[in-house]
């Protein structure tokens, strides 16, 4: 059976149990959530057992691993916990092996190098650590092995050392090998080219270094898929080596293979996937490498350092409507924009030296419909306005032109693009309002228009057209006008920045209805536009702390609101603090006034606050010492009074972020008793009411006279006085420590 639901077959195993002929068992995904020990099992004739997918969420049963007919064992994607249990296990029948999408840890179990039948191992995606043994490569007929995405450490020559990349056995039968995602180490053995059967070998994203020779592949005639991007190696080989592969996909990313162009690519005549970004190559592209990319489905060249014209960008179409992408980015590539075919897919320029402007890429060819769904060029010097023939363009997307020169307005065509999900357009010189053509494009996920000179009010319907709208970035431009109350209709709203214009007015009482603030995410799961994953991830430019950082991977995760630089007044919303996800808020450098809200330790998560250069007055509420997470604070230049509320947090940060207000209390070198600066760092506390006439203090003088010498003459004569007096004081600082929170 696959795919159905028994999550209420709670003895199901209790009836498998009663067939003793029972040849092949499949149960994947059928929503089995119990799986129980068994005393005695009566299915001994078991041949196949399936049982992925279910999410067991247990350590998996010892029974399991008594079964002495089985052929094929699948466990993959239970959730199963802990190690694998310890021998002995009767497997001398078993050729396939599946545990992948687990949670097993620990380490491998020695039984498992006894299996000398296996063909098939997965063990991929678990948390499985340690050395790799070398007893792996007795496992003679593997054909199939799976130990990516684990935790495992050490050289990766270990897995070498063994019969099935043994040079005297002359051929080997592994076929596949998967070891990437994990923490291998050392360089790549020459051994690996004795695997004349391989066909699929994936290295990527471990910590691999050294140099890689024609040697490495002198026996791989099947290759055909090789990944081994993000190690630190390096290849050498001759300028007129000829590979003895004909590979399909080559993904060596951050390997050092310049500067000269490989020319060996040359040779590769069903290659469709290409990865050779950020691999120090200069120059030209050459013109037989561009023919080639007709038939390169994915290529990466960036980050590198080639320069010239990119040619037209011609692809066939395919009857399967596969997805063909470029990624040229962070080169030195010039010129005017290059034509593209209407079938390609994703299209990164960004970060070269392309000029004039958009026209030769959007306009030229008229009445055709693109495919085109990522399109970024940012960081070009692209100037002209925005030309207006989007409507040809309605797959789109991810447009991207931020950081070039335009001019002029949002053209009314971008209506057209009504499957858009991300749009930059900051820092250009984009005049007039708020476009209206963006209000057809309701599955917007970002906008940011930031650091051009867009005027105007905000529509209000800005709040009700966007309902899946996660980052809203409008900051230094000239907006004006009061903000609208349908602002706070935006749930998915994670990250809103509109500083530095002259919006006026209150800040809405509404803005705790920011969901994604409350949780501290938003319900949108794919923020990774690309076909390859980790290719292009939804980002944003966020000012915080002080400082501007760039946010991708864990965008999901952050939550800001930056009203700063602005002319709003009023007080701070209380609603405020229902943000109870938020991370970082600045309302600093407008007329604000009143008090800070008492709720705001409520919010826990709280990283970044600048409320400075307001007019807010009253103490700091107590609340603002639970903040443990707190690293930037900026209170400074303000009306505030009273003592700055204790905790290891506070007291961290430095004078200035108190300064230009009627505090008192450390960080501050101000006595709340006195008003005086201390001298030499000394602070001393008195909760005395500073508002007293001067006769208490007058009469306080006196008893003190009186009082001193027959107190302090006791303390001179009595011994016993004078210890206990100093353990009271002892106690009484633990005392006070003890009550200043502690984060």
């Not at 399991?64 to 802990?82: D, Q, R, W």
């Not at 007709?294 to 692809?315: D, K, T």
């Not at 103490?619 to 009074?641: R, V």
């Not at 006195?674 to 909760?687: I, R």
Request: charged share 15%; aromatic share 12%; glycine share 8%.
């Amino acid at each position: 059976m696959y795919n159905v639901d028994l999550s209420k077959a709670t003895n199901w195993l209790q009836v498998i149990n009663m067939l003793p002929s029972l040849v092949d068992l499949s149960l994947s995904y059928c929503s089995l959530h119990h799986i129980q020990p068994l005393l005695h099992h009566n299915f001994s004739s078991l041949g196949t057992l399936d049982l992925s997918g279910n999410m067991f969420n247990s350590p998996v049963p010892k029974w399991i691993f008594n079964l002495a007919n089985l052929v094929s064992l699948n466990l993959s994607e239970n959730n199963f916990t802990g190690p694998f249990p310890e021998g002995p296990v009767n497997f001398t029948s078993l050729t396939t092996f599946k545990a992948s999408f687990n949670s097993f840890n620990y380490l491998l179990p020695k039984w498992l190098f006894d299996l000398s039948n296996l063909e098939h191992l997965d063990l991929s995606h678990n948390m499985l650590s340690g050395k790799l043994p070398n007893v792996i490569g007795k496992l003679g007929n593997l054909e199939y092995l799976y130990l990516s995405g684990n935790l495992f450490e050490g050289e990766v020559s270990e897995i070498f050392n063994g019969n099935f990349v043994s040079a005297e056995m002359g051929n080997s039968s592994l076929i596949l090998l998967s070891l990437y995602g994990n923490k291998l180490t050392g360089a790549l053995p020459e051994s690996l080219g004795q695997l004349s059967m391989l066909k699929y070998f994936a290295i990527y994203n471990n910590r691999l270094e050294g140099v890689v020779t024609e040697s490495h592949f002198s026996k791989l005639t099947q290759l055909k898929f090789f990944y081994a991007s993000k190690n630190n190696l390096t290849l050498k080989v001759s300028e007129n080596w000829i590979p003895p592969f004909q590979a399909e996909h080559i993904q060596i990313r951050g390997w050092n293979i310049g500067p000269l162009f490989p020319v060996w690519f040359r040779t590769q005549k069903l290659i469709t996937d290409v990865d050779i970004s950020d691999g120090g190559i200069q120059g030209e592209v050459p013109t037989w490498f561009w023919n080639l990319t007709s038939q390169i489905r994915f290529l990466n060249l960036s980050h590198n350092q080639f320069v010239g014209e990119v040619p037209i960008i011609s692809v066939p179409s395919n009857e399967y409507g596969d997805p063909w992408l470029m990624y040229l980015g962070s080169n030195n590539f010039s010129g005017p924009l290059p034509q593209i075919s209407t079938n390609v897919t994703e299209l990164d320029l960004s970060d070269n030296s392309f000029s004039k402007g958009l026209s030769n890429l959007l306009c030229e060819a008229k009445n055709r419909s693109y495919k085109l769904e990522i399109l970024n060029l940012e960081g070009n010097d692209l100037s002209e306005e925005i030309p207006d023939c989007w409507m040809n363009w309605p797959e789109l997307r991810v447009l991207i032109l931020r950081d070039n020169n335009l001019i002029g307005g949002i053209p009314k065509s971008i209506e057209y693009l009504g499957n858009l999900r991300s749009l930059d357009l900051g820092r250009n010189r984009l005049k007039g309002s708020f476009p209206s053509s963006l209000g057809n494009c309701t599955k917007l996920h970002k906008i940011d228009l930031s650091e051009n000179e867009f005027v105007g009010k905000l529509p209000s319907w800005l709040g009700m057209r966007f309902p899946t709208l996660i980052v809203l970035i409008l900051r230094s431009n000239k907006f004006d006008g009061e903000l609208p109350q349908e602002l706070c209709h935006l749930k998915d709203l994670q990250i809103l920045d509109l500083a530095n214009n002259a919006f006026v007015g209150i800040i809405p009482r509404c803005i705790g209805n920011f969901s994604a603030m409350v949780k501290g995410k938003n319900e949108v799961d794919d923020l990774n536009y690309s076909y390859y994953m980790g290719v292009l991830i939804e980002s944003a430019t966020v000012t915080t702390k002080g400082k501007t950082y760039q946010y991708d991977t864990i965008l999901a995760l952050f939550t800001s609101m930056d009203l700063s630089s602005n002319n709003l007044s009023g007080d701070i919303p209380i609603s405020l603090t229902r943000l109870v996800g938020l991370r970082s808020f600045n309302f600093s450098k407008n007329n604000l006034t009143g008090r800070i809200p008492n709720g705001i330790g409520d919010m826990k998560v709280l990283e970044s606050v600048d409320l400075s250069e307001n007019q807010l007055y009253g103490q700091i509420p107590q609340s603002f010492s639970s903040l443990c997470t707190l690293s930037f604070l900026n209170l400074s230049d303000n009306n505030l009074s009273g003592m700055i509320p204790l905790s290891t947090q506070l007291q961290s940060f430095d004078q200035t972020s108190f300064q230009g207000n009627k505090l008192c209390g450390l960080p501050l070198l101000v006595n709340c008793n006195s008003g005086v600066k201390v001298p030499n760092g000394e602070y001393e506390e008195d909760e005395s009411d500073k508002d007293e006439v001067d006769w208490f203090y007058i009469s306080m003088a006196i008893g003190f006279a009186l009082s001193f010498w027959s107190v302090c003459g006791s303390f001179l004569l009595k011994r016993s006085w004078r210890h206990a007096y100093f353990r009271f004081l002892d106690r009484s600082w633990e005392m006070l420590i003890a009550k200043a929170p502690i984060c």
